[in-house]
């Protein structure tokens, strides 16, 4: 089977119509434009190395968001202080110099695992606004992309996030709306807000367990979907309303996810938990949806989302580096081998390959197919300790890597 051939649903952005457009030259959240991790652009680097970092900008505290990107702004967020602040960068892409910065909340900090931070999720933004998500710390904030505040919801309305591991789900714009995960070991639930006023405009309850996993927004026979992975198995929502429309249940049921679901064919994807299993369901109707095909994953962690390409669907173990390829239509396995490295961060996907990410920075290139083509084996030039757990944002021929001291850019801009 080709890995060049098309997906079978439509992946949908939560974008003003007039912004859909400069969606493809920029990188505006969690797993990109098409929520799905793949970048469309054509003459992105392949292959780089230390000598192909265009600048490298230091970064104070500790955070594991994502750069996003619109125009010539890059947002990240931070922690100091162990936690006890939390803060939304902004950066200009052309030298890393760093435009602003703001205190969003100070106070206590909260428990979190050593694997989280307290800023792992991701901003979104519509070329407009940035929106930052920090759970206990404050909740979500929105802020201009000058950095004046418009609007926070604050832990009044959003609860104490009750749990020893922290946050990481990431704020997700759909319309007028930008859309909240907010499961926890205590009065869990899912809930959207007005983009402009932060005004809540549904609220549904989801299982008091804790999980980390970003939802996507899918539209099926013109039907939209907003899909999150969570304890139980995947749940579509109506993202007008918040009303469930079905669910996947996993029969495991231990394990919360990180992993967001991805998207190959007629099939949306599902993996993340110790022990478990990746497996597909064809989404659109409702009630509880059967699974087309299953696959156990008992020898190591699937932390890092996996990614869909044609007809194959891709995914990395977290410690052990065990790379796997299946075949997205019937989840035979087609390919297996192991990468040096641990593994955390979410991969992209663009020219046909899959680019996976160790945490000492290392990135490998890798072809779908019946084997595991690795085509290049790419550094930064990272220094000793140096830890990168956030994903690659390709944008305008450039990739730009965050680690916990520095944010790379790699290539040079191709306007």
């Known amino acids: 089977m080709s890995p060049a051939r ?14 859909v457009a400069s969606a493809e030259e920029n990188w505006p959240r969690w797993r990109g434009p098409h929520m799905n991790g793949h970048a469309h652009e054509k003459g992105l680097p392949v292959e780089w190395s230390a000598d192909d970092v265009e600048w490298k900008a230091p970064l104070e505290g500790w955070g594991q968001s994502s750069p996003v ?7 990240l967020t931070t922690a100091l202080d162990k936690g006890a602040k939390r803060l939304v960068l902004c950066f200009d892409r052309n030298d890393g110099s760093k435009l602003w910065e703001k205190l969003a909340w100070e106070g206590k900090p909260e428990p979190t695992h050593a694997m989280n931070s307290w800023a792992s999720a991701t901003c979104c933004t519509d070329g407009e606004h940035v929106y930052a998500f920090f759970g206990h ?21 959003l609860g104490t996030f009750a749990g020893p591991w922290g946050t990481a789900a990431c704020p997700v714009l759909v319309g007028d709306l930008v859309v909240q995960n907010c499961d ?21 309850a989801r299982p008091e367990v804790r999980g980390w996993s970003t939802p996507i927004l899918l539209n099926v026979d013109g039907r939209d979907e907003l899909i999150l992975n969570g304890h139980h198995g995947p749940v579509a929502y109506d993202p007008e309303t ?5 669910m996947a249940k996993d029969e495991r049921g231990r394990g919360s996810p990180t992993a967001t679901p991805t998207v190959g064919g007629r099939i949306v994807c ?9 497996y597909a369901v064809e989404p659109g109707g409702s009630g509880e949806k059967p699974r087309i095909w299953s696959q156990p994953r ?16 891709m995914i990395v173990t977290m410690k052990l580096g065990l790379y796997t390829c ?8 087609v390919a297996r081998g192991r990468l040096d490295g641990a593994f955390s961060a979410a991969p992209i996907a663009y020219d046909c390959k899959a680019f996976f990410v160790t945490e000492s920075g290392t990135t490998y290139a890798i072809e779908p197919g019946d084997e595991m083509n690795v085509v290049a084996t790419n550094s930064v030039g990272a220094g000793k300790g140096e830890i990168f757990r956030s994903s690659i944002t390709p944008s305008e021929g450039q990739l730009f890597l965050r680690s916990d001291k520095f944010l790379y850019c790699v290539g040079t801009r191709k306007k």
């Open 69 to 75: 990107i619109w125009g010539d702004r890059i947002f």
């Open 242 to 246: 918040g009303k469930e429309l079905w």
């Open 270 to 278: 599902v993996s993340g938990r110790s022990g478990g299993t990746i």
């Open 298 to 313: 008992k020898a190591d962690r699937d932390l890092p989302s996996p990614i869909s390409i044609g007809d194959h669907v």
């Open 326 to 333: 299946y075949d997205g239509h019937t989840g035979d396995q």
């Open 6 to 19: 098309g997906l079978g649903l439509v992946l949908i952005v939560g974008l003003a119509a007039a912004s």
């Open 184 to 204: 926890s070991d205590k009065d869990s639930f899912i809930a959207a807000f007005d983009k402009k006023t932060g005004e809540q405009k549904w609220r549904t």
């Open 137 to 157: 710390g404050g909740g979500l904030f929105c802020y201009t992309v000058d950095g004046d505040l418009v609007w926070n919801v604050g832990n009044d309305k």
